[in-house]
T-cell receptor, first 114, second 113 residues
């Protein structure tokens, strides 16, 4: 049973436009959510996170929105740049004594065309 | 360079064989996590160690085992390999209590032929 779902395997966006990547989760106990970005032949790198006590977190061009009632989060990238082309993973965790493990979605491949 | 070092980067081996993947965590990080990424799958959590002790287990097969040594490096042992074990294996480390998530290594690509 997949607890974190990214239903769009891929997304194509033009440079300068907004990219919106979506993620749904089923476990209401998750209390911390993260987005990771992965380029080919590299490991995932941390991008942005949000605690369940917030509904929005912004870092430069990246904003994550959390809708707890819908068990849904989204990552907005504005404006999108060709260098943003990568696979984006959504992840969720239970902050449990600091030993929390992350549950990942399958990822969404974003392609930003010039 | 993320600070998490994984060796080897690539490994090709035959079915039935045994391999060892190695991970050195970022300096100061006590927690090590192993993840597997197969085709069409996300990152599947395998196992976590904290300061030499096993802390959590995920979808790790009985043919797989891991350990973390006193110098904090970790090894993932995969035995009786099957074609379906072909995947990217990632190691990640984290400072205890840090909310910024893991730092991943660049992975080991295992191909079983």
């Amino acid at each position: 049973d997949q607890q974190v779902k990214q239903n769009s395997p891929s997304l194509s966006v033009q440079e300068g436009r907004i990219s919106i990547l979506n993620c749904d989760y089923t476990n209401s106990m998750f209390d911390y959510f993260l987005w990771y970005k992965k380029y080919p032949a590299e490991g995932p790198t941390f991008l942005i996170s949000i605690s369940s006590i917030k509904d929005k977190n912004e870092d430069g061009r990246f904003t994550v929105f959390l809708n707890k009632s819908a068990k849904h989060l989204s990552l907005h990238i504005v404006p999108s740049q060709p260098g943003d082309s990568a696979v984006y993973f959504c992840a969720a965790s239970l902050q449990n004594s600091g030993y929390s493990t992350l549950t990942f979605g399958k990822g969404t491949m974003l392609l930003v065309s010039p | 360079d993320s600070g998490v070092t994984q060796t080897p980067k690539h490994l090709i081996t035959a079915t039935g064989q045994r391999v060892t993947l190695r991970c050195s965590p970022r300096s100061g990080d006590l927690s090590v996590y192993w993840y597997q990424q197969s085709l069409d799958q996300g990152l599947q959590f395998l196992i976590q160690y904290y300061n030499g002790e096993e802390r959590a287990k995920g979808n790790i097969l009985e043919r797989f085992s891991a350990q973390q040594f006193p110098d904090l490096h970790s090894e993932l042992n995969l035995s009786s390999l099957e074609l379906g074990d072909s995947a990217l294996y990632f190691c990640a480390s984290k400072l205890q209590g840090a909310l910024t998530g893991y730092t991943f290594g660049s992975g080991t690509r295992l191909t079983v032929v």
